[in-house]
């Protein structure tokens, strides 16, 4: 049976790779421009996940159905018209199975059922009918690093040493001599090994004390993960984000500030899982340095399908808040060798911290200066806690920096609330403060609820309250940040150069200009982003300057081209169009 897994895992693989080359391979007939782009189907649905807009919400702050405060799956059902409109082709379910709700739903109690508060199994099965006939696929999370303190399983571990769920988790008996190390919630986590008085002895949590870690090591472990996977698959989930795997596959044996990894359980969990669905993705949270992608990408591309460019996210922020794109043009530059079916997620704003913990001291003081200036507005001696657009807090940066996210190469993340510039609520604990209930208009609680209390308090105060930043409101405003992006996005799908292309940056005079070149089957375009409040100007190579050149967004008021010529006004951008590439939207 385990060989017959393999041969089908492989063989997945092998028809990914080859579908890959043929839908990238440039065309060499002259009159391909003019023509439809042919892509197969059948490789268009098993690598779904390269062109997709992913949107990412939590159940529990997204809309309430029902009045009691809380957001459920009946609430979310009702506003997938609205996430359809928007471009939305992709959702990706924060955590919603029962849980303690220590950490927003990451401390799982249960990995089969679903969450009372948020509503039943039907209600749940019928979201996910809905989401279908929309043709909006749902990825959902999934926490295998670690469990709630009150899941059964860990409840058993440490009453009974001879029960068989003990070996489920990490123990010690004498305190490790790393056990104030590798915390990831560094100034608010003091250890990662704790005392449990009951057990009588010390166990492994990567991140708080109430998360103990599982021991992925264990073949049991193992099975139950395969037997989740299963579950939810057989419900109709087409992909997993994956948390903290970096943490899930390291051998805790080895220490906690270099740990090794057992790289080889990715592609065990990418060949189970494609084994159950053709067309399955896998999201991975993985945080690491460029040279060590390979590890989780696979060298064939027999890993993980997809993973955040966690590295080019802060050196963009760098980019944002310095105005040079060196480093953001290098950190884009050393992600970019990846295996031809695996692909990239980019975000601004995920539901954590802005993470700046690879920029040098200099580079994060920097950031921090322009963007988060305030203690209250860092986090783990590492990030910000803010929303994009009162960080930014300049109308035409956030503009550019979301025609950015659409036109860089990988499947582009948003955040729920991001499309309409929501604010962030600092008076919260840690990351609550980006996770207040979704503004849907000027009415009370924001639309969200009617109940007289909500679960999280809505923004009701300064610019960004419900009242002046609202899905409605900005519905009936065509030059809204939300109309904006939901151009930026049919221009994106009109153009899938972008995710199944290959792309270069090209050269300029100016430190401030970024401008990245696509090409596949004979079309071509080119984006232009200044990351500059100051106006510039690029010059063409003469071979691009004696061609036709379209501005796919028609921004006349932010980019005009002549004599060979783009002059980009201050946090000016403009896709362009080469080829015989005709313009798709109007952006006025």
Known sequence: MNRTIFLVGLLALVLGSVATYVITKPSTQKD???????????????????????????????????????????????????????????????????????????????????????GTQDDFSDFMQQASQRDIRVIMDLVINH????????????????????????????????????????????????????????FLHRFYRFQPDLNAQNPAVQTEIRNVIRHWLNQGIAGFRLDGVPFYIELPE????????????????????????????????????????????????????????????????YALASGEVKPLREALTSTKDIPATAQWAHFLRNH?????????DKDRSLVYEKFGPANNMQL????IRRRLAPMLNNPAMLSMAYSLLYSLPGAPVIRYGEEIGMGDDLRLKERLAIRTPMQWSAEPNAGFSTADKTVRPVIDKGPYAYKQVNVADQQRDSTSLLN????????????PEIGWGSWSLMETDSPNLL???????????????NFSNDAQEMQLPP???????????????????????????????????????TPIVKIN
């Open 543 to 581: 071979d691009l300057a004696r061609k036709p050149m379209v501005n796919l967004l028609e921004t006349s008021a932010k980019a005009s081209g002549d004599q060979g010529k783009i002059r980009l006004a201050g946090y000016g951008y403009a896709w362009y169009g080469m080829n015989g590439t």
């Open 254 to 317: 080895t220490g906690m500030t270099s740990p090794e990894h057992q790289y080889e359980m990715i592609p065990q969990l990418r060949q189970f899982t494609q084994w159950h669905k053709r067309d399955v993705t896998l999201l991975g949270e993985i945080n690491v340095e460029p040279e060590e992608n390979k590890q989780y990408f696979g060298k064939e591309g027999g890993g993980i399908h997809m993973m955040f460019n966690f590295y080019a996210n802060q050196y963009l922020f």
């Open 515 to 529: 401008v990245i070149r696509y090409d596949w089957k004979g079309r071509s375009l080119m984006m232009v982003h």
């Open 484 to 495: 904006q992006i939901t151009r930026f996005i049919r221009v994106r799908k009109a153009h």
């Open 147 to 202: 469990t709630s303190d009150q899941h059964p399983w860990f409840k058993a571990a440490r009453q009974d040493k001879n029960s068989p769920y003990r070996s489920w988790y990490v123990w010690s008996k004498q305190q490790p001599k790393d056990w104030d190390k590798g915390m990831v919630f560094p100034g608010v986590q003091t250890e990662t090994w704790s005392y449990d008085s009951v057990a009588g002895e010390y």
């Open 352 to 360: 954590d911290e802005i993470d700046l913990g690879r920029l040098s």
């Open 380 to 383: 783990y001696d590492r990030g």
């Open 32 to 118: 391909d421009a003019a023509k439809p782009i042919p892509v197969p189907t059948d490789f268009i649905e098993e690598l779904w996940y390269k062109n997709r807009i992913i949107y990412n919400l939590d159940v529990e702050v997204f809309k309430d159905s029902d009045g009691n405060g809380v957001g459920d799956f009946k609430g979310l059902t009702q506003q997938l018209d609205y996430l359809k409109n928007l471009g939305v082709d992709a959702i990706w379910l924060a955590p919603f199975q029962p849980t303690p709700n220590q950490d927003d739903g990451y401390d799982v109690a249960d990995y089969y059922a679903i969450d009372k508060r948020l």
